[in-house]
């Protein structure tokens, strides 16, 4: 196993380097200058070279000095950092949830007025972008996902269920209202999600009919389509929850004519153990009443 030097050496040389000077360092971190001088002399040891050079009544960094002071001013402050990054842990009042950023941006940003009035004294966590594959209360207290977590571990109920529509912006819905289906699709180009090349499961079977379509933009992430839509640049299919404010706003419109489809549902997931705080159970139920109520 690889020897590492001792924190309070890299705390003795990190101050010392700011400071220049090894009584300054001494008086911040509440020791003797010898103490210092002493948790010097062990690093340079460890490093097999000097670090420092006198000057004066200070010191000054070598070379490889001024090298190593980046390193280990860059891994104190991953450690702090990494101490702020589990506060919510030790906070009974906070909830750490994970979920899509379609979920965050569509269904949980415009809900969080109620959330802050159901739940005043409450602070959400939350974590986008990452799969989990399971709950063990120390890491996540609740899950949003399409992929349910199905074992005697986790409690996994429907939160609410999930379509895809058309939308496009408002100029083109007004140019487009009165074309039937599926001629409305040879009147703009699609706006495609990668993961979802077809646009629609039907649509294949349209073009294979001599339906010819065509493409404006190609994305991985469905939020473009919605932003291209607001920018007039053609048809996005996408689902309720990601086309969710534009939609309210007004700054995009449904494609009546054109068939939505069914995707997959959205499970509110949780521990089967008793929760970490009764924060987890406020949060829990507020939003499988919403779920239900379909607010």
Same mark, same amino acid.
Request: hydrophobic residues 50%; negative net charge.
């Given at each position: 196993?690889?020897?590492?030097?001792?924190? =309070?050496?890299?705390?003795?040389?990190?101050?010392?380097?700011?400071? &220049?000077?090894?009584?300054?360092?001494? =008086? #911040?971190?509440?020791l003797t200058q010898s103490a210092i001088s002493h948790q010097i002399l062990q690093l340079e040891e460890w490093t097999g070279q000097p670090l420092f050079r006198r000057i004066g009544r200070g010191v000054a960094l070598t070379a490889a000095g001024v090298l190593y002071a980046q390193t280990v001013a860059t891994a104190l402050a991953t450690l702090a950092d990494g101490r702020d990054r589990i506060e919510p842990y030790g906070n009974p009042d906070s909830v750490i949830?994970?979920?899509?950023?379609?979920?965050?941006? &569509?269904?949980?940003?415009? *809900?969080?007025?109620?959330?802050?009035?159901?739940?005043?004294?409450? #602070?959400?966590?939350?974590?986008? &972008?990452? #799969? %989990?594959n399971e709950i063990d209360r120390v890491d996540v207290d609740l899950v949003v996902s399409e992929k349910e977590i199905r074992t005697p571990e986790v409690v996994c109920e429907l939160l609410l269920e999930e379509e895809a529509l058309a939308i496009c912006g408002p100029s083109t819905a007004r140019r487009l209202r009165s074309v039937p289906f599926p001629e409305v699709l040879t009147q703009a180009p699609l706006l495609v999600h990668e993961a979802h090349a077809d646009w629609a499961p039907w649509l294949p079977e349209?073009? *294979?009919? &001599?339906? *010819?379509?065509?493409?404006?933009?190609?994305?991985?992430?469905?939020?473009?389509? %919605?932003?291209?839509? #607001?920018q007039e640049a053609g048809?996005?299919? %996408?689902?309720?929850?990601t086309a969710g404010e534009a939609l309210t706003s007004g700054r995009v419109e449904i494609l009546p004519q054109v068939p939505g489809f069914a995707l997959a549902p959205l499970w509110l997931? *949780?521990?089967a153990q008793p929760a970490r705080s009764a924060a987890v159970d406020a949060v829990y139920a507020w939003m499988m009443k919403l779920g239900r109520n379909g607010a």
């Amino acid at each position: 196993m690889r020897r590492l030097p001792p924190l =309070q050496a890299l705390l003795a040389f990190d101050a010392a380097a700011r400071l &220049g000077s090894f009584t300054r360092a001494a =008086q #911040e971190l509440a020791l003797t200058q010898s103490a210092i001088s002493h948790q010097i002399l062990q690093l340079e040891e460890w490093t097999g070279q000097p670090l420092f050079r006198r000057i004066g009544r200070g010191v000054a960094l070598t070379a490889a000095g001024v090298l190593y002071a980046q390193t280990v001013a860059t891994a104190l402050a991953t450690l702090a950092d990494g101490r702020d990054r589990i506060e919510p842990y030790g906070n009974p009042d906070s909830v750490i949830l994970v979920c899509a950023p379609q979920f965050a941006s &569509g269904w949980l940003m415009p *809900r969080m007025r109620a959330f802050s009035e159901a739940l005043p004294n409450l #602070e959400i966590w939350l974590v986008t &972008g990452e #799969e %989990v594959n399971e709950i063990d209360r120390v890491d996540v207290d609740l899950v949003v996902s399409e992929k349910e977590i199905r074992t005697p571990e986790v409690v996994c109920e429907l939160l609410l269920e999930e379509e895809a529509l058309a939308i496009c912006g408002p100029s083109t819905a007004r140019r487009l209202r009165s074309v039937p289906f599926p001629e409305v699709l040879t009147q703009a180009p699609l706006l495609v999600h990668e993961a979802h090349a077809d646009w629609a499961p039907w649509l294949p079977e349209l073009r *294979r009919g &001599g339906l *010819r379509t065509r493409r404006a933009m190609t994305v991985s992430d469905p939020r473009f389509l %919605v932003a291209a839509a #607001e920018q007039e640049a053609g048809i996005a299919m %996408v689902s309720r929850l990601t086309a969710g404010e534009a939609l309210t706003s007004g700054r995009v419109e449904i494609l009546p004519q054109v068939p939505g489809f069914a995707l997959a549902p959205l499970w509110l997931m *949780r521990s089967a153990q008793p929760a970490r705080s009764a924060a987890v159970d406020a949060v829990y139920a507020w939003m499988m009443k919403l779920g239900r109520n379909g607010a």
